[in-house]
Nanobody
Framework: VQLVESGGGLVQAGGSLRLSCAASGTTFSINYMGWHRQAPGKQRELVAGITSGGSANYADSVKGRFTISRDNAKNTVYLQMNSLKPEDTAVYYC??????????????WGQGTQVTVSS
């Protein structure tokens, strides 16, 4: 399974960006897709995730500013980021989890896309 991210870049504080992640190479349903981020010197953290049924969860730091959505037909997940802050600066990684059986769970990651928010 390949995950290809796009949409990162440089934006001023208060601005918006939309990240996309397209998955390919699987015929199984992707049970969960999410976005994580890693800032320099910090651990990778979950930003937002969404199930195939549309249930979403968010880190407290982005609630009310970020919105995750997905298009199951296209195996694509999006992250709309509004009211960006300098502390949102990080490499953002797409993640996909496929559960074939209870003992066959696969976890995939994209290559990451840089988001830089200037003050």
């Amino acid at each position: 399974v390949q995950l290809v991210e796009s949409g990162g870049g440089l934006v001023q504080a208060g601005g918006s960006l939309r990240l996309s992640c397209a998955a390919s190479g699987t015929t199984f349903s992707i049970n969960y897709m999410g976005w994580h981020r890693q800032a320099p010197g910090k651990q990778r953290e979950l930003v937002a995730g969404i199930t195939s049924g549309g249930s979403a969860n968010y880190a407290d730091s982005v609630k009310g500013r970020f919105t995750i959505s997905r298009d199951n037909a296209k195996n694509t997940v999006y992250l709309q980021m509004n009211s960006l802050k300098p502390e949102d600066t990080a490499v953002y990684y797409c993640n996909a989890i496929i559960i074939v059986t209870l003992t066959s769970v696969s976890d995939y990651w994209g290559q990451g896309t840089q988001v830089t928010v200037s003050s």
